[in-house]
């Protein structure tokens, strides 16, 4: 067990409350809806992206997790089993494609020719990357060493591919590029796992790294720690906490982003609030808003006056509150939250997460995104790696509603692995990764997975045989 990672549906502009004066007028709005999510043809047999999955949510009203991770209290989980019925029908590698969901905003910061200004939105990027972890409580398939994923999409001007390039520890490396060398995004993530009795604590480790290539600038980030609540009795919920910071390479900008924790009485639930400083650091902007829902950027100063005013008319409904997040032993109450963020006036809006689609609770919690990555397009097979997720027969069972047999390919996928293993062992002989290399990230300066390049000739020869 391995990963807790991910992002979420938005439709963006750059737009301003109360008629506020925005310095965005050079940018470029992508209309979210250009994207057709559907799995019908049209009536002029334009083929659609699918809207929905093959077969509804596993129940998992029978199992309990306790007898498996009762003796793990404390420990890392990356060495332990987890039964089938707890994951969602997605491998890991492309739930950390779910990054992707939101490239609008990569093409709008393209587009600005402020640095603070690109700041702002590369921000807002940066928290909508992990959106779509929002009740995302099943468990994305641990990727075999050598699994690939990639994803093109012409339509919103990217291209990404995937491998799994260790399995102990777990990492997994992408590289986004865009189709008219406007950006490159890449990193590398080991999701480290905690059990700690009530919850799984997930530790995205690894560095996010988006280079704006007609700026010659590059932003560098982590993601914040995410923790899933109520494993054992309860209603699953998530949380998000942590300070990511974002720093502009070319420039010595910084954005520093507080993901506050649930707090006491949950009144902090789900709320970012950072500032950009430049690099004297001098605060030019405030970020605030929910990664639930939407970040919106003010004037420092406005902020703080709106804060000190909010402060004195808050003392007494501080009072009226009603005590009732974490009384009970048995398990931790998610506690009632305003799903709306106060807009102070002058803000500008950055992102607004779009709602999910209806049957969303009975398809794993998926985002519209979220459903089409595991869909083979027409023609698609042919093109494909043989090592791409897509191809794994578990989490094509386990789509198809067939637990039995995702249950059973796992295990055998998993024993193939560990027989592969053991004759490497044996003639010792080491793994080779086939996309990715061990090197250096030039703006950090730390070891990181860079892709060494050539999967979009399809030349897939040297590909092992892991399914």
Known sequence: MNSEE??????????????????????????????????????????????TLPAEMISRNNFSVWSI???????????????????????????MSEYMEHTHLIHQACSLSDSMDRMQVVAAFAVSAVASQWERTGKPFNPLLGETYELTREEEGYR?????????????????????????????????????????????????????????????????????????????????YGTVEIVNHSTGDKCVLNFKPCGMFGKELHKVEGHIQ??????????????????????????????????????DSKKLKQEHGFEGEEADEMP???????????????????????????????????????????GMERLLAPTDCRLRPDIRAMENGDIDSASTEKERLEEKQRAAR????????????????????????????LYTGGYFDRNYTDCPNIY
């Open 422 to 449: 053991r004759e490497r062992s044996k003639d010792e002989e080491e793994w080779s990764t086939r996309w990715f290399h061990l090197g250096t990230n030039p703006h950090t300066g730390a070891e990181d997975w």
């Open 160 to 240: 990404l591919i995937s491998e799994q390039v260790s399995h102990h520890p777990p990492i997994s490396a992408f590289h986004a590029q865009s189709l008219k060398q406007e950006f490159e995004f890449h990193g590398s993530i080991y999701p480290k796992l905690k059990f700690w009795g009530k919850s799984v604590e997930a530790e995205p480790k690894g560095t996010m790294t988006l280079e704006l290539l007609k700026h010659k600038e590059a932003y560098t980030w982590t993601n914040p720690m995410c923790c899933v609540h109520n494993i054992i009795l309860g209603k699953l919920w998530i949380e998000q």
């Open 336 to 378: 009632e939250v305003q799903e709306t963020v106060t807009v102070i006036p002058g803000s500008a809006l950055l992102w607004r997460i779009t709602p999910r689609p209806p049957h969303s609770a009975q398809m794993y919690n998926f985002t519209s995104f979220a459903m089409t990555l595991n869909e083979l397009e027409p």
């Open 6 to 51: 991910e992002f979420y549906d938005a439709e963006t502009g750059l737009e301003s409350d109360d008629s506020c004066e925005v310095s965005f007028k050079d940018a470029l709005v992508f209309d979210s809806k250009q994207v057709s999510h559907g799995s019908a043809t049209q009536e002029n047999g334009v083929w659609e992206r699918r809207k």
């Open 69 to 95: 991770l009762k003796k793990c209290i404390g420990m890392e989980l990356s060495k332990i089993a987890m039964p089938v019925v707890f994951n969602e029908p997605l491998s890991f590698l492309q739930r």
């Open 278 to 315: 430049d690099k004297s650091k001098k605060k030019w902007r405030v970020i605030y808003g929910k990664w639930t829902e939407c970040m919106y950027s003010v004037d420092p100063k406005v902020y703080d006056t709106y804060k000190k005013s909010d402060k004195k008319s808050g003392s």
